[in-house]
């Protein structure tokens, strides 16, 4: 069974810039898109980006648009999210998971491994 581990998070000031990777262990990405999640404490699960298998399509969250940018290295089995601009409520666990398709993925049903998170805080 695939196992997906992010790394990457941690504190940074407003305005700062964070990037998130996701890698795979006893598995690929073969043929599947990617995306990233986010939770907030005491709010739900919240999409924020996806990239097909192929890495030439890609959809951001509306409101993370021109901040947040996925990508991902095929060769390097490898998934990334850079984040720009951050601000205090972009403070979430950030969550990688593997769609169950090729096509990029929206909704959190369509995915069927998840990673465990790695923690964004974004403070003065």
């Known amino acids: 069974q695939v196992q997906l581990v992010e790394s990457g998070g941690g504190l940074v000031q407003p305005g700062g810039s964070l990037r998130l990777s996701c890698a795979a262990s006893?598995?690929?990405?073969?043929?599947?898109?990617m995306g990233w999640f986010r939770q907030a404490p005491g709010k739900e699960r919240e999409f924020v980006a996806t990239v097909s298998w192929t890495g030439d399509t890609t959809s951001h969250a509306v409101s993370l648009k021109g901040r947040f940018t996925i990508s991902r290295d095929t060769a390097k089995n490898t998934v990334y999210l850079q984040m720009n601009g951050l601000k205090p409520e972009d403070t979430a666990v950030y969550y990688c998971a593997r769609a169950r398709g090729a096509v990029y993925a929206t909704e959190a049903p369509q995915y069927e491994n998840w990673g465990q998170g790695t923690q964004v805080t974004v403070s003065s």
């Open positions: 006893g598995g690929t990405f073969s043929g599947r898109a």
